[in-house]
C-alpha cells in the first residue's frame, strides 16, 4: 500500500500547506473579517496551539490522502495529479461547504466570504496534487 506514497514529498507539502494558510489569511484576512462584520479587535488572541495542531494534523491527512488517491489511479505527472485534487476538493470540500453556508443563518454567509474560505483549500489542493503527480517516488 504504501510502495506509491512518496513521503518525502507528502512532509513536504504538508510543510507547504500550512503556510498556505498563515499567507492566505494574511492576504484575505482583514477582508474575511469585514465579510464577518468583525475587527482584528474582536478577536481575542490567545496562546492556544489547538488550532495550530488541529490545522497540522489536517494538512497531514490531505496529503496523505491525496497521496494515496493520486498513486491509486497511477497518476504519473502533474497535470493528472491536479486533476484528481481539484475533482476532490470540488467534490468534498467546496459543494459541501458552499451548501452548507448558504443554508446558515438564513443565508447570511455572502459568496465573497465562501470564495476566500475555499480559496485558501483549492491553492493548497492544486499545489499538492501536482506536486504528488510530477514527484514519484524512486524505484530504488
Same mark, same amino acid.
Given at each position: 500500500?504504501?510502495? $506509491? ?10 510543510? +507547504?500547506? !500550512? ?18 462584520? $468583525?475587527?482584528?479587535?474582536?478577536? &481575542? ?16 491527512? +490531505? ?15 502533474? +497535470?493528472?495529479?491536479? $486533476? ?7 467534490? !468534498?470540500?467546496? +459543494? &459541501? ?9 438564513? &443565508? ?28 514519484? $517516488?524512486?524505484?530504488?
Amino acid at each position: 500500500m504504501n510502495a $506509491k506514497i512518496n513521503h518525502i514529498a507528502v512532509w513536504v507539502l504538508v510543510a +507547504v500547506y !500550512f503556510l498556505i494558510g498563515w499567507g492566505w489569511y494574511a492576504i484575505w484576512g482583514d477582508t474575511w473579517l469585514n465579510l464577518h462584520a $468583525k475587527a482584528a479587535t474582536d478577536i &481575542e488572541r490567545t496562546h492556544n496551539v489547538g488550532p495550530y495542531v488541529f490545522a497540522f494534523v489536517a494538512s497531514i491527512v +490531505v496529503n496523505y490522502a491525496l497521496a494515496w488517491l493520486i498513486g491509486r489511479f497511477n497518476a504519473t505527472n502533474a +497535470v493528472a495529479g491536479l $486533476k484528481i485534487a481539484l475533482v476532490c476538493w470540488f467534490a !468534498f470540500l467546496f +459543494v &459541501e461547504y458552499a451548501t452548507i453556508s448558504v443554508f446558515s443563518a438564513f &443565508e447570511t454567509n455572502p459568496w465573497p466570504l465562501v470564495c476566500i474560505d475555499m480559496g485558501r483549500p483549492l491553492i493548497g489542493f492544486a499545489i499538492s496534487g501536482a506536486v504528488l503527480g510530477a514527484w514519484r $517516488k524512486s524505484a530504488l
